[in-house]
């Protein structure tokens, strides 16, 4: 039985007898899903039929042709999955408060099933979906490995508030998954035309196209088992280098639900031979992720100023008219055309491939403060530029680490500077102190130049 604390009922409603439908949404895989689980667990229970849908929107907070690509691509594999489990899965194309509830009717579906997630415009989907419907609509935390809802009533101040509140639930949550079932009966759904569905995309390209990922469940096991092989081991030591291969490129999975974190948690619990390497990942993998959850659900203005605390607040109104050495444009940060050789890097990096490293991210984001004239309008910008070319932007997990670069969340404040007041001061000595500066831009240059 699937621990009813993963799950919350967004809408009551009446009972009927037609299918179980899973409207999946961020957790786009068969496999390690809680909310596929508990949809099937219902359907069984009452002799029902299992439909899984997928509402493709036409536009996402900036998303662009990659990610489009790399999400249907992985959508493929996963309704080729749920086929050898007599699943049938069904992309739907519109808008989900129109689309979910017109196939809830005309499916006569019993229950509604989806899976959690923090961002408010998904949240308005829900909201807008369950007005239109008249079943029971549950909503399950497939992401977090300790539901989002039930580690914290609140918004936390920062990672020591709510670590000691995970850590005590973790030991009941983080458990080993129930296999999928083959369903014994099989609603009849159409078959998706994933060719045509493909070439149907009219999304404005950004970036070139990725082959440094692979989409897919099936890569996603893949990526993960490269990680415990050739970086754990020296995970611990390198991972805030830019310039080193020591960071475990699994973002992109996690954001798009083709790996469970609980899925790698679980594998990484059991490499105790390198024990700061693990207490580091399940650091950033558990509570800083689960952290920025929080900051998402419990904030309904975690990409504006007004989502910022209020000594962050108060400093950076203090320093608003402080001069700045520098002034770039929303453009002229898209191109990578800053002073700074080391910025540019990073945003090439971005741009070219689809990530960049963690460290470059906080430096990135604080130039962006340090270079425009106003807190709200780096904020814009840094989130414009995160979400249109991070493979695994439009997530908790970027909005609150640009949060915390430009407006101190999660955060405390530091000695007063210009412009910055005391929100955390990074700059180009610093990271040359740290890792190889010159090493992490040349080798950002010959991506550049090989494109």
């Avoid at 002229?332 to 960049?356: C, P, S, Y």
Wanted: charged residues 30%; proline residues 5%; aromatic residues 12%.
């Amino acid at each position: 039985m699937i621990n009813p604390a993963r799950t919350r009922i967004l809408r009551e409603g009446e009972k009927r007898q037609g299918p179980v439908i899973y409207w999946m949404q961020r957790d786009q895989r068969a496999h390690d899903n809680w909310a596929l689980l508990f949809a099937q667990e219902l359907a069984v229970k009452s002799g029902l039929e299992l439909i899984v849908v997928f509402c493709l929107a036409p536009s996402f907070n900036n998303a662009a042709l990659r990610h489009y690509r790399f999400m249907l691509n992985g959508l493929i594999k996963t309704d080729a999955e749920l086929e050898k489990y007599n699943i049938p899965f069904m992309l739907l194309k519109g808008k989900a408060g129109d689309e979910i509830p017109r196939i809830v009717k005309e499916s006569g579906a019993s229950v509604l099933v989806s899976d959690f997630n923090p961002l408010k415009n998904v949240a308005a989907w829900k909201k807008e979906a369950a007005g239109k419907i008249n079943i029971p609509f549950y909503e399950v935390d497939a992401h977090n490995i300790v539901p989002c809802f039930i580690a914290s009533p609140k918004a936390e101040f920062g990672a020591y508030t709510i670590r000691p509140k995970i850590n005590r639930l973790l030991d009941a949550y983080l458990e080993e998954f129930p296999r999928l079932k083959k369903m014994k009966i099989n609603f009849k759904a159409p078959k998706n035309n994933w060719d045509e569905i493909i070439k149907g995309l009219r999304q404005e390209k950004a970036g070139n196209d990725l082959s440094i990922y692979r989409p897919g469940e099936d890569e996603a096991l893949k990526a993960l088992q490269n990680f415990m092989d050739k970086v754990f081991p020296v995970y611990a030591e390198k991972r805030n280098d830019p310039s080193a291969e020591g960071t475990s490129g699994l973002s992109p999975y996690f954001h798009f639900g083709h790996l469970a974190p609980q899925r790698a948690a679980l594998a990484i619990e059991r490499l105790t031979d390198y024990p700061e390497s693990q207490k580091g990942f399940l650091e950033e993998l558990i509570i800083r992720r689960e952290l920025a959850d929080n900051f998402c659900f419990y904030n309904r203005s975690y990409d504006s100023f007004d989502g910022f605390h209020s000594w962050a607040k108060e400093t950076l109104n203090a320093h608003r008219k402080d001069k700045r050495e520098y002034i770039y444009d929303a453009a002229r940060f898209e191109e990578g055309a800053t002073h700074d050789t080391l910025w540019n890097a990073a945003q090439k990096e971005m741009v070219i491939t689809g990530r960049m490293h963690g460290f470059m991210r906080m430096y990135w984001a604080k130039k962006i403060l340090e270079w425009t004239p106003s807190p709200e309008e780096a904020l814009k910008t840094a989130i414009y530029l995160n979400d249109k070319y991070e493979l695994d932007g439009r997530d908790p997990n970027g909005y609150a680490g640009i949060a915390w670069a430009i407006g101190g969340v999660h955060d405390r404040a530091w000695g007063e500077r210009k412009v910055f007041g005391k929100i955390r001061y990074m700059n180009f000595n610093g990271c040359k102190r740290k890792f190889n500066v010159d090493l992490y831009i040349n080798k950002i240059n010959t991506l550049n130049e090989q494109i």
